[in-house]
């Protein structure tokens, strides 16, 4: 599988070129799809399908997202995502480009790539924002779904927090059950407390002011295209439209809020946003330019200025993480969560089958009994029914080996009835009263 290794060895990024020789095509409009948040690039199909044929596209799946490998340390944030946009780019030859960001973890890394490095980026098309200026309007119930996700008290907590989520970033399941049934199952094997690292990667930053002000976005010159879905739960359109009004300096700036759509409303309403993005892109790919090479260090000064740190501007221009611009209480904060977040790993007993599948790249996964979330009730019989005899109750002793590491986990592992517990049903949250054993409906312990 292809990775572009970032110079510090911190990440390695898992992407995919969508040109005829499997490398860039110059004589094209450089595209990168950067895969959305919580997700993959196979989630990307309508969009490569889209746009191959009329641009070099390149997909990129961001640390702790799809096949990519990466260091989890608490200097992570989103200038330092943006960073590796960047070295990404330096490493496989990109030309400055247009990027499309779906969701706040690929927004924000998108927003200050522009920022940083301007001239590597020729347009953006972000679809699913975040606010900018201040702490997320819904930052308790963040922080509350967060604490849940990464070391929830039992199962039946976990599939809450699932739903949650479901209804944070996908708004509604009806209607949409087939857009849950592709989002949250690799979102759940990826994002789990067996994985607390990613869920902490995945929410710290979004727990803090992005550094951003309105100056920084009126200096943005490159063409944008933004919508926002009506019905964001995460990130409110009517702030997001307050955010598009500083955009002052685009060339060409296309704001739209699409009716009904939630955050992630690039899975959800691709056959809306690709005319869009297609016609926004057509009016911006004449004359590709050259592959231009990486002025890190100039870009570390952009940075510290940003913060009005020079110190900033003295660090390793070679590696990425020296673009954190993390505050030093912030750097703290997060230092002490990501340990917690490995210890509650070590210590995480929850019988959560789904979140050890194997992912939809992996040999054998087509012959497993897939989790999905309108199937879950079936799922749940299925573990219960398959479960040892002599595993009868929760918290027996039998124990999940996860081993800490630096390093987010690879190709996943099934957990097998002889390393951990069978409690199956309360993952499900099911309401079929005629099924003994079936839980339910959760009680609304976490309300968003």
Request: glycine share 6%; net charge negative.
């Amino acid at each position: 599988m292809p990775h572009v290794d970032l110079p510090d060895g911190s990440a390695s990024l898992y992407y995919e070129l969508h040109t005829a020789t499997g490398r860039p095509d110059l004589a094209k409009p450089s595209l990168i799809l950067v895969a959305p948040s919580w997700g993959n690039v196979l989630q990307l199909k309508d969009y490569v399908a889209a746009f191959k044929n009329d641009y070099s596209v390149c997909c990129i799946e961001p640390r702790s997202h799809g096949r990519t490998r990466n260091t989890v340390t608490p200097s992570y944030d989103y200038f330092v995502a943006a960073a590796d946009l960047a070295f990404a780019m330096d490493a496989l030859q990109l030309p400055p480009s247009h990027v499309f960001a779906a969701g706040v973890q690929a927004f924000q890394p998108a927003l200050k790539m522009s920022i940083i490095f301007p001239d590597h980026v020729l347009s953006l098309s972000l679809v699913g924002l975040s606010s900018a200026f201040a702490l997320p309007r819904h930052i308790n119930e963040f922080r509350e779904v967060g604490e849940a996700w990464a070391a929830p008290e039992d199962e039946s907590i976990w599939a809450e927090c699932v739903e949650a989520i479901g209804q944070f970033v996908l708004t509604e399941c009806e209607g949409r059950e087939k857009v849950w049934d592709t989002v949250l199952p690799p979102l759940v094997r990826h994002y789990n407390p067996y994985k607390a690292r990613n869920v902490w990667m995945s929410t710290a930053p979004n727990q803090t002011v992005s550094k951003i002000t309105p100056e920084l976005l009126a200096g943005i010159r490159q063409p944008l295209l933004l919508i926002q879905g009506e019905a964001d739960m995460c990130y409110p359109a009517e702030d997001v439209e307050a955010l598009a009004q500083h955009f002052t300096g685009s060339k060409d700036l296309r704001f739209r809020i699409e009716p009904g759509a939630p955050h992630l409303l690039a899975l959800t309403h691709a056959p809306a946003v690709i005319p869009r993005m297609r016609d926004f892109l057509a009016a911006h790919s004449a004359n590709p330019p050259a592959i231009i090479p990486l002025d890190a260090q100039r870009a570390l000064e952009r940075a510290a200025r940003i913060v009005g740190n020079p110190a900033v501007a003295e660090r390793d221009p070679a590696s990425p993480l020296s673009f954190c611009l993390l505050k030093p209480d912030e750097f703290a904060a997060g230092k002490a969560k990501l340990e917690h977040a490995f210890a509650q790993e070590q210590a995480c007993r929850l019988d959560l089958p789904m979140c050890f599948e194997k992912d939809d790249w992996e040999k054998g996964a087509d012959q497993q009994r897939r989790w999905t979330w309108t199937g879950r009730v079936e799922y749940a019989r299925r573990h219960e029914a398959a479960r040892p005899i002599s595993t009868t109750s929760f918290g027996s002793g039998i124990a999940v080996e996860v081993q800490q590491s630096e390093v987010t986990d690879g190709p996943s592992s099934p957990i097998t009835s002889a390393t951990a517990s069978m409690k199956a049903t309360a993952l499900n949250g099911g309401d079929d009263d005629d099924d003994e054993g079936v839980p339910p409906p959760l009680p609304s312990k976490i309300r968003v």
